[in-house]
């Protein structure tokens, strides 16, 4: 459900607005639930023609609540469902007759017929009683005074707040699932984090016959606090109280506190000549006290130039509107650290009988600020009298000081747990370049149907060019960050498909050879010369991963069409993407060979005969190596090109001019959506789109390991204003 009510109002010397929201919705997993509260009201007085003041204010609270471990990136857990789904035997009821789950000792899943025991827990067994919730409390509210002295110039003054109270509760029953072995568990979290930033700014616009500037210089003062709390609880005092709230047996706790400050100078040039000619520059000066080196100077030129203005041009008005060049460069900078990755720090410890410190970590004194300089030329045209819009734009960007963690010496005497071991320092340089293409007009227009169209697509291509050592993230597969390569590349185990005769994986080895993968109550590797398994056997330390394919796409777009035709409307959006690669992990999953469950695709592919040309190798039980699960190997890499069907939306707009007076309804409105509603791919799992370490998009991307994918939905929904 999502509603919405807005108010507004006003006249020449003061207006409004307030807006309520309140949005529930119901994810694909059991006890999937998200609920949100919002409110957000603006206000505006011109107290005389010197005096204007005016705030902004917004309220949220959210609740997000689920049991499946996988939302939270446990895509491995025994508490992961889409994982379970998977996995679990479909021959084995979830209850027993009286409504009891069906299980056996250790709350496992019960055996049914099957030989082998399932040694997972059965998720019947602990759906009702076990949870993961985080509420989230988050406003923001900023207030300001104008004062426009003489003519041109306005002298303002902003203060706002960004206040976020988040809490967090995860309870883990002791009668199944990741809470078993502990007797059940309980944890909460507390994060407070309060923002505040004043900006003064003195804005002078004026002109001077054809030429109009606009100069702009102010300061900037932001200050940060964050404060968390952590607590953590296991083994249940008594197992009937299942709740976190109850008494446990073992407490442990911890938090902590921090706090950042950055000033900032603010200066910008605008100018135009007779709105042909444009000139900006601008220039920030940024002192942040989360780094050693803590003043950077970021600034910007650009220009443009409307050349369809100029007498040469006169010719071609009969079918170009507009035509402007553009072009700029720009320097930014970024420092997404923590409050004290600059200190080396200690910490408290217990250390003999007493309480003592210890170095808890140790940091660069010199860490600066990351810089991105960005070149970007275009122009922009409208044609037949505005009916047609092209924009096109190039740009090359160069990042450097890219502030990155590199390992230092053991025999420094300092380890770091939460870093590894490792100091965060400037290292790293990359380079992002590309083309982006729009194109948007009216394609037809008769009488009371219009159809206009909207067609955008870019070209990008990132590389790394410099690193103290490669990124390795090795969750749920592989990727790799390397020099001279685009960012998170696959990294994965070669191999060659299924050898026809034996039904054995062929994997491809680091000398150039090549070997077959038999499984015999272990993984074995034997030369495979010719297309013909030898008695060689190899040592598996041959066979190691290597690069295969980037997983950013190197081009995406969408094309949006909106239809009008008397009162009815409808607007259809196409999103597509490509270029890039997706390890499918779910395949791994689906064909292991322990004692969980196989998919169909598994059954009519796995090799049974000589000369069967099969996908996945020879069934050997316990075999978890020949399909990927203990590896990730190069045969499950795909295409993850796209088209997607993303959204329709149609709505009709009733006539109200007969009951606008009487009941004060100025417009109603009905409307249909549908999102996801059909994507066509080659790519053979269930979504091209999904990746199973969206929290390090940078760093790991194109993996698809027990995701689950995007929802279609259905939106039915009414709009009255009054």
């Not at 096109?392 to 990155?404: A, E, P, Q, R, T």
């Not at 206009?452 to 410099?466: D, G």
Request: glycine share 12%; proline share 3%; aromatic share 16%.
């Amino acid at each position: 459900h999502n509603h919405n009510l807005n108010v507004s109002g006003g006249n020449d010397k003061a207006q409004y607005y307030v807006g309520l929201g309140y949005q529930t919705q119901q994810g694909i997993a059991v006890h999937d639930d998200y609920e949100r509260f919002s409110f957000k009201g603006n206000a505006t007085i011109k107290a005389n023609k010197w005096f204007k003041l005016g705030m902004n204010t917004s309220y949220t609270n959210s609740l997000v609540s689920h049991v499946d471990a996988a939302r939270g990136g446990g895509i491995y857990s025994i508490n992961g469902f889409s994982r379970m789904a998977l996995i679990l035997p479909p021959n084995v009821p979830i209850y027993n007759e009286d409504g009891t789950p069906y299980v056996r000792a250790g709350h496992y899943v019960g055996s049914g017929a099957n030989n082998f025991n399932v040694s997972y827990y059965n998720p019947a067994t602990y759906l009702d009683e076990q949870y993961t919730e985080t509420q989230n409390n988050r406003i923001i509210a900023n207030g300001y005074l104008e004062y426009n002295p003489v003519k041109g110039l306005t002298l303002k003054s902003q203060f706002g707040i960004d206040w976020t109270f988040m809490f967090g509760t995860a309870f883990r029953s002791p009668n199944g699932g990741d809470g078993y072995s502990s007797g059940g568990s309980a944890s909460n979290y507390q994060n407070f984090q309060k923002i505040w930033t004043w900006t003064n700014t003195a804005d002078y616009n004026f002109s001077i016959k054809k030429n109009h500037f606009d100069v702009l210089a102010g300061v900037e003062a932001t200050d940060t606090q964050n404060r968390n709390m952590s607590r953590g609880a296991t083994t249940l005092a008594d197992p009937n109280m299942l709740f976190p709230e109850a008494s446990y047996l073992t407490y442990t706790g911890g938090g902590s506190r921090g706090e950042s400050s950055m000033f900032s100078y603010i200066t910008r040039f605008a100018y135009d000549y007779a709105n042909r000619y444009y000139f900006t520059a601008n220039w920030r000066r940024d002192g942040l006290s989360k780094l050693g080196t803590q003043w950077g100077n970021f600034w910007g030129l650009s220009g443009a130039w409307r050349i369809s203005d100029e007498k040469f041009m006169k010719p071609a008005k009969s079918w170009l509107s507009d035509l402007k060049l553009k072009a700029s460069y720009g320097v930014v900078g970024n420092a997404s650290v923590g409050n004290y990755a600059s200190r080396s720090l200690y910490g408290s410890a217990y250390y003999n009988g007493g309480a003592s410190y210890r170095p808890n970590n140790y940091n660069d004194a010199k860490l600066g600020w990351e810089q991105t300089g960005t070149y970007d030329a275009g122009f922009s045209a409208a044609l037949f009298g505005g009916r047609l819009s092209v924009d096109v734009d190039y740009f090359y960007s160069k990042s450097k000081d890219l502030i990155l963690a590199t390992p230092i010496s053991y025999s420094a005497g300092i380890y770091d747990a939460s870093n590894g071991s490792a100091i965060s320092t400037n290292l790293g340089k990359a380079m992002n370049k590309g083309l982006e293409i729009g194109l948007s007009g009216t394609v037809m227009q008769r009488g009371k149907f219009s159809w206009n169209s909207n067609f955008n697509i870019s070209f990008v291509q990132n590389k790394v060019l410099e690193l103290a050592e490669d990124i390795l993230e090795d969750v749920a597969g592989y990727n790799i960050t390397t020099e001279g390569k685009s960012m998170a590349q696959l990294y994965v185990y070669p191999t060659s498909g299924i050898d026809s005769e034996t039904g054995r994986r062929i994997v491809d080895l680091n000398d150039g050879t090549q070997a077959a993968l038999v499984y015999n109550g272990g993984a074995k590797y034997y030369r495979y010369v010719n297309g013909k398994i030898t008695d060689e056997q190899v040592s598996s330390s041959l066979w190691t991963p290597e690069l295969a394919g980037g997983t950013k796409p190197t081009y995406y777009g969408g094309w949006t069409n909106t239809f009008k035709y008397g009162h009815w409307d409808a607007t259809l959006f196409f999103q597509f993407s490509g270029g890039n690669k997706i390890y499918n992990g779910t395949k791994a999953t689906a064909s292991d060979q322990r004692f969980w469950n196989n998919s169909k695709d598994y059954y009519d592919n796995a090799w049974r005969k000589p000369g069967d040309k099969a996908i996945y190798a020879k069934p050997e039980y316990s075999d978890n190596t020949s399909n990927g699960s203990a590896n990730a190997i190069s045969d499950w890499v795909e295409s993850g090109d796209y088209l997607r069907f993303k959204n329709v939306l149609i709505g009709y707009t009733f006539d109200t001019k007969g009951i606008q007076k009487t009941l004060g309804i100025s417009g109603i409105r009905l409307y249909a959506q549908a999102t996801n509603l059909f994507c066509i791919t080659s790519y053979t799992g269930m979504d091209p789109e999904v990746s199973s370490l969206a929290y390090k998009a940078n760093t790991g991307s194109g993996i698809d390991k027990n995701t689950t994918p995007l929802t279609r939905t259905w939106t039915f929904g009414v709009n009255v204003s009054f």
